[in-house]
C-alpha cells in the first residue's frame, strides 16, 4: 500500500496534535482528529477544521479511552493511529491491540513487542547489561532474600568509597513499585536492614511482590538524551544527537531543553566532553539495533560530573522535545521534521539515508512556555488567555495549539490537562548565540491573561529567561 | 436573593426541566421501542438497581450498552433520525421533560432565598476530612459553618488546596455537589441557612406543602 | 357442652382435617361425610338423645372407613400437607408424652434466641425388677408449634443451630445421649452472623465426631436445616413424614422455571413431590433411615395417645442398640432387642447403662462415620474397570504402609538427628565469625567488586503470561465492567480482559467469572496434573423424568462427567490432592457422583498426608433431581473432611464466582480455612429463594464474599493472580502436624 493512501488517526490533543496535522499535511496524508468536549476551543481542533473540514473531527468522552479511539478509526476509515505522547503513546496494550484487532491499523510508533521489552525499566537495565552498556551499580532483578540484599548494599558503600564519593547513598526500592512509592534512600550500612525490611514489607502489602532492588544513588548528574529513528526492519538505525535537558522544575518536569548535550567548544568540562556523547550515542544505537527498534526513541542518560554516564530508560515515543534535534540537524543538507520521518517510516517506507547524510550544526533551545507558578512550586495556573504575542524570525520557530487570542475573544485553559501553551525552538551558530536569541525571544513574547478572581496570569518565562544562563553548565 | 412568591410563580408556570439523554461515547445507536409523549422512569428499587427505562443502546467496538434515563418524566423527543447511525460522543439522543417534585421545588426555593456558596473555579471539591466525616454519618445539617473556616479540599490538576468559607454563619441546609465530578466555576456548593433565616425556611415549606401538587 | 356435642365437635375438626389434607380431590367421599354430618347435626337438634347417638356411632364409624381408604390413597404430597398441618404432633407434645419429665433449658415460649430450636433435659424411668431408673437424655428438635407464628414454622435461625450445637457439647460433656428431632421445612436463611450456611456446617461437623449416642427422629425433614441435628447413630422417620433436599413447591418453580415469585401449578408441585422420592419408604429402601415407626391413620396428631407409646419405645430401643453395639459387650441383651419386636418386649422394663467408655464412644463415633462414608455408596455410577478397582485397592494399602515406615518411623527419627546438626552448625559458625571477625572486614574491602555490581546477573528467562488462556480472550470485543458507572471504568478489550488481567477489571479490580480450568491450569506447577476417579459419572438415581437428558446435555458441554474433579498437583514441588466444583456442570451442584468423588479425594489425601484443597468454581447446592441422595452427601463429606482434619491435615476450601446451598452449609463451609476470590457471592440461599422464603428483598451485594469476611465465614478475599502465592504460602503455614512436607 502507498503511503499515500493511509488515513491517520491522531490520538492525541494540543500541541502535538497541531503538528502531527501539519506533518500529514507535508506528507499528503489524510487525517481524523479527536477532541473532546472540554478541548471544542483548542487550535487543534480549528486547524484540523481548516485543513480537513468536519468529516474529520470527531467528539469523543475521553482521550484516555482506547474503545473510543479505536470506534472512531472504524467509522472514519482511518488505516493508522499516532498516538503523540502521553496518553497511549508508550501503553504496549494499546499497541498490540490496534496490531490485533479484527479491523487492523498501523500504530504509529515501534512495535509493541519493542514497547513491552523497553516500557519495563528493570528488564532495560538487564538488556543494557548484557551488552555491556553501563547503567546505574545495584542489583538488576528484584531481591528476595535479606542476606543478598545486604550484600549488594555492602558492595555498594564501599564501591562508592572507592570511587571517592564522600557521603554513599544508597536507593532501595520495591521492584513492583514506581512513581516515587515504595523508595527510600540509606546513608548508613547499620541503617540499611531496617529500610530493606520496612520497603519489602510494604512492597509484600501493596504489591503482593516482596521483591527490591538495590542501586547507587547518583549525585550531581545532568540528563542527557540521544535521539533515534529507525524505519520498520530495525536495522540500521540511525542518531540524531544528543540533547541536554538537565534544566527542570520540581518534580523532574523539564523546562528548557537544548542540542547537542555538551558543547566543548564554549564551555569547559572536566572530561572529554566529545567523546562521551559519542560513547553514549554508540551505546544507544547498539542497544536500539540489538531489540530490532522500529521507530523513534529516545534513550534516556545520566552524566555525573566526572564524565561517567548511565543509562537510565529508554522512552518508545515521539518526545515533546524532538524539535530541538531536528533544528541543529540536517538530512542531506535539507531540514528534517521528525514526526513527519516517524509516520513515513511506521507505514513502511525505508529510511533512504544513513547516518553518514546527517550532519549537526550550531545550537538549538527549546522553551516550554507553561501557564505556572514557579514561586508556587509550579503549581499550575488556570483562567483566560486575552494576549499572547511573539515576534517571528527565521531563527524561531513555535508550535501552539493556542489559538489566536484577543482580549475580547480570549482562550480559557482547560482544566482537564496540563497547562502547556507552547514549544518555542531557537537555534543559534553557538552557545552564545542560541542563548541571546532565546532571551531575546523571551523578551519580546507578551503573554497575558487573567483567572476568575482577577489575578494575572501566572507563567515560567521568567523562569526560562534566568535559566537561560546555565544552559549545558554543571 | 429573590422574592419567593416570584420565583414560585416563576415555577408553576414552567413546572419541570428539560433534561436530554445524551450519548455517552462514540457508536451505533440503535433505538428502543419507547414513544415519544411515553413516561419514563429513573432507577428505581429500594437501592436503585432496577435501572430506568431503556431509551436506545448503543454499541462500541461489539460491546452493547444500553442508555436509561436517569428520571422520572414525559418522553418529549427521540432522535428517531439517527437510528442506526454513528454518533459522536454527547450527540442528544432523546429528551425528557421531568416534572418537579415537591421536593426539587423547596429546594430550588431554598437555593433563592438562602445564601448558597458557590464554585470559585471548575475543580473538583471534597469537604474536609472532618467535616466530611460528620457529613456522612449525621448528615449535613448538623455542620454549622462560619466565615474563614476551611471546609473544602479543591482538586484541580493532580494538586490539592483548602478552601474557606465566605459568608454568613450557620448550617449546611444542603450539599449541591457530586465529590467524583468537576464543578463548573460559579455552580452552587453548598446551601447555608443562617440561624435567624431557619423561620422563613419552615415557611417556605409549609408554603410548598400547601401549594405544590406534584404535577403530571 | 353435652358428650354428644362433643362428639359431633369432634367429627366436623375431622372432616375439615380431611379438607386441609386433600385440597380439591377425593371431593366426593368429603361432600357425603359431609352431608351425613349436617343430616347428623340436624337431627341432633330435633331428636332425642338416645336416638341420634346410635347414629353418631355409625357416622363415626363411616368416618374411619373412608378415613382408611383414603390413607391407602396418600400421595407424596398429602403427606407433605399432613406434616405441614397444625394438628400435627409437635416436639412440646412429644416431650409430654414420651419423657418422663422434662425441663427446656434453650429458653421458654418466645423468651429464647430462637423459638424454632427447642432444648431440653428430658429423662426416662425404666424399671428392672425393683429397681428403678432415671435415664437421662438430652432432647433436641425444631419446635413446630401448633401455628404459633414466633416458631417460625420450625424454621431454625443460625443461631438456634447455634444453640444447639453449644448444647451438644453439653450432653458430650456429661456422657448422656441426644434425641434429636426433625421438624423442619429447612433452615431459615439469613446471612447475619454466623451466617445460615456457616452454622449448618459446623453442626454436621460437630456432629460427626460427637462421643456421645444421637438417635435422630424425622417428621420434617427440609434439606440444610433438617442435616443442622440429624447426623445420627440411628435415624428413625414417622411414616407420614417427609425427608427432602427441597419443598415440592421449590422443586417446582425451578422445574417449571418460574420467577418473581410466580407460583406453581398445583398438578406440577404433585408431580414434583412425586419425582422427589421424599416418603419414609423411598427413604428406608435409600438407606438413609434406619427404621420407620407407624403412625395412625393420616398422621398422628396430638390425641393419639396410643402413638406415643410406640415412639418412646422406638427411641428407648434405638438408643439400647446404639450404645449395645458400641459398647460390643453385651450378647443376650442385644440378641433380645435384635430378635423381638416392641410388643413382645417392654422396653420400660428392660434396662440398659448408657454411658460409655473412652473406647467405646471411639467405636461409637467410628462407625459412626463409616455409616456415612458408605451411604448412598450403591447407587453411585462409576464405570472403572474391575481390574482398576482392584489396582487402585492395593495402592491405597501401599500408600497406607509406605506413610507409616517413611513417615512416622523415618522422618521422626530423622528429625531429631537433623535438629541436632542444626544447632552444632549454628555454634560453630559463632565460634567461627568470632574468631574470624577483624580478618574478613578487610577482606569484604578488597572484594568490593565493580564487576559484580555492574555487569548481567543470572537470570532465567522468566515466561511472560498465563498457561491456560480462555475461549473469551479470542472475541475482538470491548466489555464494560459492571461498575463502570460508580467508579469510572473504561471498557476493557476482551483479550486483554480474560487473559493477561485474567478476568480482573484494571481500575477497580472487580473480578469477572472465569472458567475453572483457570485456576486449575494457571495456579499448579506445569504439567503437574494427574486427575483420578474419571470414571465416576453423575447418574439419574431417581429417574428424575427429563434430567437424563439434562445432564447428556451437561456432559456434552463442558466434557466432564460430574461437576467434581479431582486430581493431584505439585505447588511448588509440594504434592497436593484438588477438588473443583465446576460451575458449568449443572451449576456445580453435588449429587452421588460429586459426593463420591470428593470422599475418594478427601481419603486420598489423607493416606498421602498432603495438603487437600477444594477449588469451588461456583455450585448451586445439592442436586435437587436426586432428592436425598444429594442431601446425604451433605452429612457424607462432612465426615470424610473431618477425618482427614483430623488425620492432622491441611484443608483449605477457595470459593469464586457464587456458591450457594447444601455443600456451603456442609463440607465446604466446616473448613478451618476457608478463602475467596474476589467478586464472589456466599451464602446460604440466593436471593430468589430469599425473597420466597422469607419475603424480604436482599440488597445486589448481599452474597458479597466481603460480607462473608465481615461475619467471621471466610478467612479473606483473595485476588484471582495470587492464587497460586497465596496457596503456597497457606501450605507452607496454615494446617495440621501431619503432613508429608513438615
Not at chain 3, 237 to 266: D, Q
Not at chain 3, 486 to 510: I, K, P, Q, T
Request: negative net charge; glycine residues 8%; contains cysteine.
Amino acid at each position: 500500500m502507498n503511503i499515500q493512501q493511509h488515513k491517520v488517526l491522531i490520538a492525541n490533543r494540543g500541541e502535538i496534535a497541531v503538528r502531527i496535522l501539519r506533518a500529514c499535511r507535508k506528507l499528503g496524508l489524510d487525517f481524523v482528529c479527536v477532541y473532546t468536549a472540554e478541548d471544542v476551543c483548542s487550535g487543534h481542533v480549528a486547524l484540523a477544521r481548516e485543513l480537513g473540514g468536519e468529516s474529520g473531527l470527531y467528539r469523543i468522552s475521553s482521550y484516555h479511552d482506547a474503545n473510543e479511539l479505536l470506534s472512531v478509526a472504524d467509522d472514519a476509515g482511518a488505516t493508522a493511529v499516532h498516538p503523540g505522547y502521553g496518553f497511549f503513546a508508550e501503553d504496549f496494550r494499546f499497541a498490540r491491540r490496534v496490531e490485533e484487532r479484527g479491523r487492523k491499523l498501523v500504530f504509529i510508533g515501534p512495535s509493541w513487542r519493542v514497547i513491552r521489552e523497553l516500557g519495563d525499566k528493570i528488564n532495560t537495565k538487564r538488556l543494557a547489561r548484557s551488552l555491556g552498556v553501563p547503567t546505574v551499580p545495584g542489583s538488576d532483578r528484584p531481591i528476595y532474600d535479606e542476606m543478598e540484599a545486604e550484600k549488594v548494599a555492602r558492595s555498594l558503600f564501599d564501591y562508592q568509597s572507592q570511587q571517592g564519593i564522600a557521603r554513599p547513598v544508597v536507593l532501595v526500592k520495591a521492584s513492583a513499585g514506581g512513581g516515587g512509592m515504595g523508595i527510600e534512600e540509606v546513608h548508613d550500612l547499620d541503617l540499611f536492614r531496617q529500610v530493606y525490611r520496612r520497603i519489602r514489607n510494604y512492597a509484600m502489602r501493596q504489591f503482593k511482590d516482596d521483591g527490591v532492588l538495590i542501586e547507587q544513588r547518583i549525585m550531581d548528574f545532568n540528563h542527557l538524551e540521544v535521539q533515534i529513528l529507525s524505519d520498520r526492519r530495525g536495522r540500521h538505525p540511525v542518531h540524531f544527537g544528543t540533547r541536554n535537558c538537565s534544566i527542570q522544575s520540581t518534580g523532574r518536569q523539564k523546562r528548557l531543553e537544548v542540542a547537542p548535550g555538551f558543547d566543548p567548544s564554549s564551555v569547559e568540562y572536566r572530561f572529554d566532553a566529545a567523546a562521551l556523547l559519542d560513547e553514549i550515542v554508540q551505546h544507544s544505537l547498539k542497544m536500539a539495533r540489538k531489540v530490532g527498534y522500529d521507530s523513534v526513541g529516545t534513550w534516556e542518560w545520566v552524566v555525573t560530573r566526572d564524565g561517567q554516564p548511565f543509562l537510565m530508560e529508554v522512552n518508545t515515543r515521539i518526545q515533546v522535545e524532538n524539535g530541538v534535534s531536528a533544528a541543529i540537524s540536517r538530512v542531506k543538507g535539507q531540514p528534517v521534521d521528525l514526526i513527519a520521518e516517524q509516520i513515513r517510516t511506521a507505514l513502511g517506507e525505508p529510511l533512504g539515508y544513513s547516518q553518514s547524510d546527517i550532519t549537526f550544526r550550531g545550537v538549538g533551545v527549546e522553551y516550554r512556555l507553561i501557564a505556572e507558578d514557579p514561586d508556587s512550586g509550579f503549581a499550575p495556573w488556570v483562567g483566560d488567555i486575552d494576549r499572547f504575542d511573539w515576534t517571528d524570525a527565521e531563527w524561531l520557530s513555535l508550535h501552539t495549539h493556542v489559538p489566536p487570542v484577543t482580549a475580547d475573544a480570549p482562550y480559557t485553559i482547560p482544566t482537564e490537562f496540563d497547562p502547556n501553551l507552547a514549544l518555542a525552538i531557537v537555534w543559534g551558530k553557538d552557545l552564545e548565540e542560541a542563548g541571546a536569541r532565546g532571551l531575546d525571544f523571551l523578551g519580546h513574547l507578551r503573554l497575558e491573561g487573567h483567572d476568575g478572581r482577577g489575578e494575572p496570569l501566572r507563567s515560567n518565562v521568567e523562569f526560562l529567561k534566568n535559566k537561560t544562563g546555565q544552559m549545558l553548565r554543571f | 436573593m429573590r422574592d419567593i412568591a416570584e420565583v414560585m410563580a416563576e415555577l408553576k408556570a414552567a413546572p419541570y426541566t428539560e433534561k436530554a439523554v445524551v450519548a455517552p461515547h462514540t457508536g451505533v445507536v440503535q433505538f428502543s421501542d419507547v414513544e415519544e409523549g411515553s413516561e419514563v422512569f429513573g432507577p428505581t428499587g429500594e437501592w436503585q438497581e432496577i435501572p430506568g427505562t431503556h431509551i436506545a443502546t448503543i454499541t462500541r467496538e461489539r460491546n452493547p450498552r444500553n442508555i436509561v434515563t436517569a428520571e422520572r418524566g414525559i418522553l418529549r423527543k427521540v432522535c428517531r433520525e439517527l437510528d442506526g447511525t454513528f454518533v459522536e460522543a454527547g450527540t442528544m439522543l432523546a429528551l425528557v421533560r421531568h416534572y418537579l417534585t415537591r421536593q426539587e421545588v423547596i429546594s430550588r426555593l431554598l437555593m433563592e432565598s438562602l445564601y448558597t456558596f458557590c464554585a470559585p473555579e471548575r475543580a473538583r471539591y471534597y469537604f474536609a476530612p472532618d467535616v466530611d466525616k460528620k457529613v456522612k454519618i449525621l448528615g449535613c445539617r448538623t455542620v454549622s459553618v462560619q466565615e474563614g473556616m476551611e471546609l473544602f479540599i479543591v482538586s484541580r490538576m493532580k494538586r490539592e488546596a483548602p478552601l474557606c468559607y465566605a459568608g454568613p454563619s450557620g448550617i449546611i441546609y444542603e450539599v449541591c455537589f457530586d465529590q467524583n465530578r468537576n464543578v463548573d466555576a460559579g455552580a452552587p456548593l453548598i446551601v447555608v441557612c443562617p440561624p435567624e433565616q431557619e423561620e422563613s425556611v419552615e415557611d417556605v415549606i409549609s408554603r410548598v406543602e400547601r401549594e405544590w401538587s406534584d404535577g403530571e | 357442652m353435652s358428650e354428644f356435642a362433643k362428639r359431633l365437635h369432634q367429627l366436623s375438626e375431622r372432616l375439615s382435617y380431611l379438607r386441609d389434607i386433600f385440597p380439591g380431590k377425593h371431593e366426593e367421599e368429603l361432600a357425603l361425610l359431609q352431608t351425613r354430618l349436617d343430616e347428623a347435626q340436624a337431627a341432633a337438634e330435633n331428636a332425642s338423645g338416645e336416638e341420634s347417638g346410635a347414629g353418631l356411632e355409625a357416622l363415626e364409624d363411616l368416618f374411619f372407613f373412608i378415613e382408611c381408604k383414603l390413607e391407602d390413597k396418600l400421595t407424596p404430597m398429602d403427606k407433605v400437607r399432613i406434616v405441614r398441618h397444625p394438628q400435627r404432633i409437635c416436639l412440646r407434645d412429644i416431650l409430654e408424652n414420651v419423657y418422663d419429665n422434662y425441663t427446656e433449658i434453650g429458653g421458654q415460649d418466645e423468651h429464647t434466641i430462637d423459638p424454632a430450636m427447642l432444648i431440653a433435659r428430658a429423662y426416662i424411668t425404666r424399671k428392672r425388677g425393683g429397681q428403678v431408673y432415671h435415664q437421662p437424655v438430652l432432647v433436641i428438635g425444631h419446635e413446630k408449634g401448633h401455628g404459633e407464628e414466633f416458631r417460625n414454622g420450625g424454621s431454625a435461625k443460625p443461631w438456634g443451630n447455634a444453640k444447639a450445637k453449644h448444647y451438644m457439647g453439653v450432653a458430650e460433656t456429661e456422657g448422656i445421649p441426644i434425641h434429636a428431632y426433625v421438624f423442619t421445612p429447612g433452615g431459615y436463611p439469613l446471612e447475619e452472623y454466623p451466617g445460615a450456611a456457616q452454622q449448618i456446617a459446623r453442626n454436621i461437623y460437630e456432629m460427626a465426631g460427637l462421643t456421645v449416642p444421637i438417635i435422630a427422629v424425622f417428621s420434617e425433614g427440609g434439606s440444610g436445616g433438617a442435616e443442622a441435628v440429624s447426623l445420627a447413630d440411628r435415624r428413625l422417620m414417622l411414616s407420614h413424614g417427609y425427608y427432602s433436599v427441597i419443598s415440592p413447591e421449590g422443586a417446582a418453580a425451578i422445574e417449571g422455571r418460574l420467577r418473581n415469585g410466580e407460583r406453581a401449578s398445583a398438578e406440577l408441585v404433585e408431580r414434583c413431590a412425586e419425582n422427589l422420592h421424599l416418603t419414609a419408604e423411598d427413604n428406608l429402601k435409600f438407606g438413609y433411615i434406619d427404621k420407620i415407626i407407624q403412625e395412625p391413620v393420616l398422621g398422628a396428631r396430638p390425641y393419639h395417645y396410643e402413638f406415643f407409646r410406640t415412639l418412646r419405645q422406638e427411641v428407648l430401643r434405638a438408643t439400647d442398640e446404639v450404645v449395645l453395639r458400641a459398647r460390643g459387650f453385651a450378647p443376650l441383651r442385644a440378641a433380645a432387642l435384635h430378635r423381638l419386636h416392641d410388643r413382645e418386649l417392654n422396653l420400660d422394663e428392660f434396662y440398659v447403662r448408657w454411658d460409655l467408655s473412652r473406647a467405646a464412644r471411639q467405636r461409637l463415633v467410628e462407625m459412626r462415620q463409616n455409616k456415612f462414608i458408605k451411604a448412598s455408596h450403591s447407587v453411585c455410577k462409576n464405570n472403572r474397570s474391575v481390574a482398576g478397582r482392584l489396582g487402585d485397592a492395593w495402592s491405597e494399602q501401599w500408600w497406607e504402609i509406605y506413610n507409616r515406615l517413611i513417615y512416622d518411623f523415618y522422618h521422626r527419627n530423622r528429625r531429631t538427628i537433623r535438629n541436632l546438626f542444626e544447632e552444632l552448625g549454628s555454634e560453630w559458625d559463632m565460634f567461627k565469625m568470632r574468631l574470624l571477625r577483624t580478618w574478613k572486614r578487610q577482606e569484604a574491602q578488597e572484594l568490593a567488586a565493580e564487576e559484580e555490581l555492574t555487569s548481567l546477573s543470572e537470570w532465567s528467562e522468566d515466561e511472560r503470561g498465563w498457561a491456560w488462556v480462555s475461549e473469551k480472550a479470542r472475541e475482538d470485543r470491548a466489555v464494560t465492567c459492571p461498575y463502570a458507572a460508580r467508579r469510572g471504568c473504561m471498557d476493557m478489550w476482551a483479550f486483554d480482559l480474560y487473559n493477561e488481567f485474567a478476568g480482573v477489571c484494571s481500575s477497580c479490580g472487580h473480578h469477572f467469572p472465569m472458567e475453572y480450568q483457570w485456576v486449575m491450569n494457571n495456579c499448579f506447577d506445569k504439567d503437574s496434573l494427574y486427575e483420578f476417579n474419571t470414571e465416576v459419572e453423575s447418574g439419574n438415581p431417581l429417574r428424575f423424568p427429563g434430567f437424563d437428558e439434562k445432564l447428556a446435555a451437561a456432559r456434552k458441554k463442558t466434557g466432564l462427567k460430574s461437576a467434581c474433579i479431582t486430581f493431584e498437583a505439585r505447588l511448588e514441588g509440594i504434592q497436593v490432592v484438588v477438588a473443583i466444583l465446576a460451575g458449568s456442570f449443572r451449576g456445580g451442584s453435588v449429587g452421588v457422583a460429586e459426593g463420591a468423588k470428593f470422599v475418594a479425594a478427601a481419603d486420598r489425601a489423607r493416606r498421602k498426608r498432603c495438603p487437600f484443597i477444594v477449588y469451588c468454581h461456583g455450585t448451586a447446592g445439592i442436586r435437587i433431581q436426586e432428592g436425598t441422595h444429594g442431601v446425604i452427601q451433605m452429612p457424607r463429606c462432612t465426615v470424610a473432611v473431618r477425618r482427614y482434619i483430623e488425620a492432622g491435615g491441611l484443608y483449605l476450601v477457595l470459593y469464586d464466582t457464587k456458591s450457594y446451598g447444601g455443600p456451603v452449609a456442609s463440607f465446604l463451609g466446616c473448613a478451618f480455612y476457608q478463602f475467596a476470590i474476589r467478586s464472589s457471592s456466599i451464602g446460604f440461599a440466593g436471593p430468589g429463594v430469599i425473597k420466597n422464603t422469607t419475603g424480604i428483598d436482599v440488597p445486589p451485594n448481599h452474597h458479597n464474599c466481603y460480607h462473608a469476611l465481615s461475619r467471621g465465614h471466610i478467612q479473606g478475599v483473595w485476588d484471582r493472580r495470587d492464587v497460586r502465592a497465596n496457596l503456597c504460602q497457606a501450605i507452607e503455614t496454615m494446617g495440621g502436624r501431619n503432613l508429608y512436607y513438615r
